[in-house]
């Protein structure tokens, strides 16, 4: 079955405890991102990956690191949560297609982080 | 900046009823629209993604609309029933891998 997998799908830390969350496609998707999703902001992109080794940042990238070492995963590392990362994370990924028939792009079943 | 605004950001309607969801985008230079089922505590699904050279793409008992040049897409649910209960969001696609969504329609469909 075609799927994005994130892990966990819910984690509660405290403040400055560095912590990691998983992404992964099983579709050798090129594009991957990460969102956040806040009431009465939306889904708002923190990181994105158009391939192995290939990352840029989004609209809110402060506070998060990202790395693309192969092509299936894209984890989401905050190295010093703060109470302000308390949200809902999506991961999403796309494949690449000149003809831009492939822009579906396919999300994960989120990661409800809260920080203490 | 592209701004996407969903109206409204909540709807009621009794089952069987067709509805319309609005979208509209502020800069008109998009590559695509989608929209987008979110239930509570789940991701999002693809419902329908429309190139900005098309002009409306249907799938089943939905049916979305794309006008380019005046910043807005309709999504039609003919004969909604309880299971279309959800948030709606729609998301349009520029020149960079970003997607800007609306803050979405949450769609209640009594029966």
């Known amino acids: 079955e075609a799927q994005v997998t994130q892990n966990p799908r819910y984690l509660i830390t405290v403040t400055g405890k560095k912590l990691t969350v998983t992404c992964s496609q099983n579709?050798?998707?090129?594009?991957m991102s990460w969102y956040r999703q806040d009431p009465g902001l939306g889904l708002r992109q923190i990181y994105y990956?158009?391939?192995?080794?290939?990352?840029d940042k989004g609209d809110v990238p402060e506070g998060y690191k990202v790395s693309r070492k192969e092509k299936r995963n894209f984890p989401l590392i905050l190295e010093s949560p703060s109470p302000n990362q308390t949200s809902l994370y999506f991961c999403?990924?796309?494949?690449?297609?000149?003809?831009?028939?492939?822009?579906?792009?396919?999300f994960g079943p989120g990661t409800r982080l809260t920080v203490l | 900046k592209q701004e996407v605004t969903q109206i409204p950001a909540a709807l009621s309607v009794p089952e069987g009823e067709n509805l319309v969801l609005n979208c509209s985008f502020t800069?008109?230079?998009?590559?695509?629209l989608q929209w987008f089922r979110q239930d509570p505590g789940k991701g999002l699904t693809s419902l329908l993604l429309?190139?900005?050279?098309?002009r409306e793409q249907t799938s089943g008992r939905l049916n979305a609309s794309l006008d380019k040049s005046s910043g807005r897409s309709t999504l039609y649910i003919a004969a909604s029933q309880p299971g279309d209960s959800a948030t709606y969001l729609c998301?349009?696609?520029?020149?960079?891998?970003?997607?800007?969504f609306g803050k979405g329609t949450k769609l209640t469909v009594n029966p």
């Open positions: 999403a990924s796309r494949a690449f297609a000149s003809d831009r028939s492939t822009d579906t792009q396919y």
């Open positions: 579709m050798n998707h090129e594009y």
């Open positions: 990956s158009m391939n192995v080794e290939v990352t």
């Open positions: 800069d008109s230079a998009i590559y695509n």
């Open positions: 429309i190139q900005s050279s098309q």
């Open positions: 998301a349009v696609k520029g020149g960079s891998e970003k997607l800007v």
